[in-house]
């Protein structure tokens, strides 16, 4: 990832910002992506479902709709239940990659923006 400009420096370019943005966007997605990876290998183990459905389970858990087919068996029902909490969390870590480099040049901005009304 890369590294952010301090307080003190001029904000990046927009040329820049897009690379940056493209980065944090490409992370954000493949950390996405090995989730619904485990959770569909974790519903097609473990509750024993078709790989199709077991993604469909995978991608509502993971998106806070809520499961689709009932789980059967013990370890189906565990791993529902692990993968839901561990869900809640990846989703607000997507969002924050996501959003870091929005946030922080907002800021950037607003502190530059303060910086010069005080001269």
């Known amino acids: 990832m890369t590294r952010f400009e301090r307080k003190y420096q001029p904000l990046i370019s927009r040329a820049q910002f897009a690379r940056r943005m ?8 493949a950390f996405l992506c ?35 087919d009932k789980m059967e068996t013990m370890g189906g ?6 993968y839901a909490i561990y869900s809640g969390v990846a989703f607000l870590t997507f969002c924050g990659v996501l959003f870091t480099p929005i946030y ?7 502190h530059l923006d303060l910086g010069d009304n005080q001269d």
């Open 104 to 110: 922080h040049r907002f800021i950037h901005q607003f």
């Open 34 to 68: 090995v989730s619904l990876a485990i959770g569909t290998a974790g519903y097609a183990h473990f509750a024993n479902l078709p790989v199709v459905d077991a993604f469909l389970n995978a991608s509502m858990i993971l998106t806070g709709m809520g499961p689709v």
């Open 77 to 82: 029902k565990l791993f529902a239940s692990i």
């Open 22 to 29: 493209l980065a944090y966007s490409a992370f954000a997605v």
